[in-house]
Each structure stands twice: as structure tokens, then as C-alpha cells.
């Protein structure tokens, strides 16, 4: 899709964060995308500050960080807060009319139940990791357990930085999630009917998925390594892109970074 004249007008939840502050960064490098909003929890000891300024620039660029949202500020919200942030920004996002962008990890099932409903009047995505390649991952281990899933025994093994909250990741779970989803009615002939997940947090890894299939002698490795937040950070733009100019509907990862 082409870039049009069209300015979006983006805000960010968790904008003071690791990931929050790289999506100013990018964002400003954007022609198409306007940072209009920076959203922190109450009592963020960065309050009132300029956003431009937190992310290391020399200059201020007006947007201060706020914990509220009083009218519609923005076209887009991109979250990567916590759950009970997102929802709190959802109720924004319907009450003013603009799309929700959740990557935020952790979100339970009556949550997501919540951004679906919102999705009647908002377009919304949920995904916990929005990155091609992570995307490209849950496509290969659909095709793969298909192929061989009844025969092998499967397991999933990732890593991220000691800081990470959660565990397992949420990209983890939707990686499990595909598979039980496509072996549920099938004779499994490996000696798991369950998918463990082994989680490790260690250091400062961005982010590290392993999925192994174990077949008599052999075993079949499919990886996916994370070597910047960048990843993340870039399928983040190509999802505002789409989403901004969106129907409200519940959208997936899949139909926006054209994963076949």
C-alpha cells in the first residue's frame, strides 16, 4: 500500500516504555504518521514531561506525557502497556472513535472478549508479537504440524530478557494455541497429548521462539530470533497504516503484514 497524503494521527499507550519510546522514535521518521498523544499510568514519575525529549531528541515536539484522554486525540492508539491499561484505553477508544492497536502480552480471554465486541464500532488487532518474521513462525508450525503433527512430539522452548513480566510469552501461547487447535481431533501417535512450554529469562534477549518436532531418530527445529525491537516496532507501523483506514472489525496479523 502506497503512502498517502493522508496524515495519521497516532497515539501511543505505554508510551514511556522500551517499546513505547522506539515507536516515537520511528514514528517521527514517518511522512505519513503524526505522534498526537503519549499515554502513561497515573503517577508515572515522567507526567507532563515532553515526549520528544524522554525519547532522547534535542528537541521538544509539544506532546507531553499525559495519563488521561479527553477527547479524540488521535486516529490510532498503538498499546503496549498491561492489561488493565488496555482495557482502560479500549473504553477511550470506543467513546472517541479510534482504532485500538493491542500489543500488549498477558491479555486473557474475557479481555480479548472485550476488544471483539468493541471491534462492532472500532477496528482492533490483538497480537502478542508483530513482527513478520514471528508471523511468518505461527504460518510454518500451522504447515508443519499438519504434515507431521500426529506422529511427533512437540515442544516450544523461548527466551526474552530477565525484566519480561510475563511467562510464558504471549507469542508462546499462540504458537501452542495453533498447534492443539490443528491436532484436537487427530489420533496423535506422539507421546504428548499436552505442549510443553519451557521458558527462560535471561540477560537482555529480545526475543527467542523454538518450536521442535521429535520424530523417530530425527527432529525438526523451526526458530525465530528477535535481534532488536526494531521487528516488532516496524510490523507496529504497517499495522497503523492499515488499521487507521479500517472498517471496525476484529483483524489478525495475518491479513495485515500478508502473511500467505
Avoid at 226 to 240: C, H, L, M, S, Y
Avoid at 249 to 258: I, P, R
Amino acid at each position: 500500500m502506497g503512502h498517502s497524503s493522508f496524515m495519521i494521527k497516532v497515539g501511543i499507550n505505554g508510551a514511556a516504555g522500551r517499546m513505547g519510546l522506539r515507536l516515537v522514535s520511528l514514528i517521527s521518521q514517518q511522512t505519513d504518521l503524526k505522534l498526537t498523544l503519549a499515554l502513561e499510568r497515573p503517577n508515572h514519575p515522567d507526567i507532563g514531561k515532553d515526549i520528544a525529549l524522554l525519547a532522547g531528541f534535542d528537541k521538544p515536539s509539544g506532546v507531553v506525557l499525559t495519563d488521561n484522554i479527553k477527547s479524540r486525540t488521535a486516529d490510532i492508539i498503538l498499546d503496549f502497556s498491561t492489561p488493565p491499561a488496555t482495557i482502560n484505553c479500549l473504553e477511550a477508544c470506543k467513546k472517541y472513535h479510534m482504532a485500538l492497536l493491542a500489543g500488549t502480552t498477558g491479555l486473557n480471554n474475557i479481555q480479548i472478549d472485550k476488544i471483539k465486541k468493541a471491534s462492532r464500532y472500532i477496528p482492533c488487532l490483538v497480537s502478542p508479537n508483530l513482527s513478520w518474521g514471528a508471523n511468518w513462525l505461527f504460518e510454518l508450525v500451522g504447515q508443519t504440524t499438519h504434515k507431521i503433527g500426529e506422529e511427533a512430539e512437540i515442544e516450544i522452548i523461548e527466551m526474552h530478557h530477565a525484566t519480561k513480566k510475563d511467562s510464558p510469552s504471549g507469542t508462546a501461547l499462540r504458537l501452542k494455541e495453533t498447534i492443539t487447535q490443528i491436532n484436537r481431533n487427530r489420533p496423535l501417535r506422539g507421546k504428548k497429548k499436552d505442549i510443553p512450554i519451557h521458558s527462560l529469562r535471561i540477560g537482555r534477549v529480545v526475543g527467542e521462539h523454538k518450536v521442535i518436532f521429535g520424530l523417530p531418530g530425527e527432529r525438526i527445529e523451526l526458530t525465530h530470533r528477535v535481534d532488536n525491537r526494531d521487528a516488532f516496532a516496524e510490523g507496529a507501523i504497517k499495522t497503523t497504516r492499515f488499521l487507521a483506514r479500517a472498517k471496525p472489525a476484529f483483524y489478525t496479523t495475518k491479513q495485515v503484514l500478508g502473511v500467505i
